[in-house]
């Protein structure tokens, strides 16, 4: 997905796997967990906590963003 981040919505998209993997590991998701993602951007760190922990909810402002993540 292209998207160019935009600066009033302090966007900073993640793409290091490392990163995204400690950032997994810090939170240690488990299938009894119900998580509250903010701002989950392109899904770098959402699709890892979905696949992982019992319910997420994610919380997205900007709307051109919503719609591929749920298509994804």
């Known amino acids: 997905m292209s998207h ?3 600066k ?3 966007q900073n998209f ?3 796997p490392v990163v995204i993997d400690k950032i997994i590991q810090a939170i240690r ?3 009894s ?3 509250v993602e903010i701002g ?3 899904g770098a ?3 890892p906590l979905l696949r992982a922990a019992g319910k997420l909810t994610v919380i997205e402002l900007d709307r ?3 719609e591929p993540l749920k298509q994804n």
């Open 4 to 6: 160019r981040p935009r």
């Open 8 to 10: 009033r919505f302090g």
């Open 14 to 16: 993640l793409h290091d």
């Open 29 to 31: 998701p488990l299938p």
């Open 33 to 35: 967990d119900t998580l």
């Open 40 to 42: 989950p951007g392109q």
């Open 45 to 47: 760190i959402t699709y």
């Open 64 to 66: 051109d963003l919503i």
